[in-house]
C-alpha cells in the first residue's frame, strides 16, 4: 500500500529535550515535506527536499532541521525544542517537478512541549 | 494581504445542494492549483487539481480557474453529509527564488442532512 508514514503520532515532550520525528514514504517520491498545522494559521511548510541531499527552508523553518540522506526518508529534528513549537506536524511527498502540488500525507504527529 | 485566502465559513448547505468554496491568490505568474479536504483530525488528501483556465470536472466536483481574477473555486455538486470537513486550497507560487506550495488557511463545510 503507497503510504507516508511518520512516527511519532503523539508525544509529550519538555523544552530542550531534543527529538526526531521520523518520515517514510514507499512511493519511490522524489519531493518531500514537512508542514506545522496551527488553528487559524492554516499549514505552513517548515523545510522541503527536491531529491536526496538536497533541502532547503520553507516559510518557518527556526527552531527545526532536515536531512535527506536516502530518497525514502526525510526526518525533522527538534535541537532544542520551545513550547511555541507545539503543533500538529505532516510530512508529505510527491513525484516533484511538475506534479510537486500533488501531495500525499502522512497521518500527522501531535507534539506538545512543555 | 494573504498569498491564499480563503473564507473560512463555516459554509452551511442542506443535503443535495451544491456547494461553492471559493479562493483567491496574489502571485499573478502562478500556474497550478490545488484543493485538498482535511476530515477533523485526518490529514488532507488531493481531491482535485487544475493547471488551465476554465472547468475541470471529477465526478461530483468541479474545480475552476479564472488567472485573470486570480480565482480558483471548487464545487461540491449533490452535497452529502460526508462532504462535510475543511477544503484547502494551494497554490504553487514563485517565492524566494523557488516554487512554493502556498495553502490557505481552510473552509468549514458542513452538510445538514
Known amino acids: 500500500e503507497a503510504q507516508v508514514t511518520q512516527n511519532p503520532r503523539y508525544l509529550i515532550t519538555v523544552t530542550g529535550k531534543k527529538l526526531t520525528v521520523t518520515c517514510s514514504q514507499n512511493m519511490n517520491h522524489e519531493y518531500m515535506s514537512w508542514y506545522r498545522q496551527d488553528p487559524g494559521l492554516g499549514l505552513r511548510q517548515i523545510y522541503y527536499s527536491m531529491n536526496v541531499e538536497v533541502t532547503d527552508k520553507g516559510d518557518v523553518p527556526e527552531g527545526y532541521k532536515v536531512s535527506r540522506k536516502e530518497k525514502r526518508n526525510f526526518p525533522l529534528i527538534l535541537e532544542s525544542p520551545s513550547p511555541n513549537q507545539t503543533s500538529l506536524y505532516f510530512c508529505?511527498?510527491?513525484?516533484?517537478?511538475?506534479?510537486?502540488?500533488?501531495?500525499?500525507f502522512g497521518e500527522g504527529s501531535r507534539l506538545t512541549v512543555l | 494581504q494573504k498569498e491564499v485566502e480563503q473564507n473560512s465559513g463555516p459554509l452551511s448547505v442542506p443535503e443535495g445542494a451544491i456547494a461553492s468554496l471559493n479562493c483567491t491568490y496574489s502571485?499573478?505568474?502562478?500556474?497550478?492549483f490545488f484543493w485538498y479536504r482535511q476530515y477533523s483530525g485526518k490529514s488532507p488528501e488531493l481531491i482535485m487539481f487544475?493547471?488551465?483556465?476554465g472547468d475541470k470536472e471529477d465526478g461530483r466536483f468541479t474545480a475552476q480557474l479564472n488567472k485573470a481574477s486570480q480565482y480558483v473555486s471548487l464545487l461540491i455538486r449533490d452535497s452529502q453529509p460526508s462532504d462535510s470537513a475543511t477544503y484547502l486550497c494551494a497554490v504553487n507560487m514563485w517565492k524566494d527564488s523557488s516554487y512554493k506550495l502556498i495553502f490557505g488557511s481552510g473552509t468549514r463545510l458542513l452538510v445538514r442532512p
Open positions: 502571485d499573478r505568474g502562478s500556474q497550478s
Open positions: 487544475i493547471y488551465s483556465n
Open positions: 508529505a511527498s510527491s513525484f516533484g517537478g511538475l506534479n510537486t502540488g500533488e501531495l500525499f
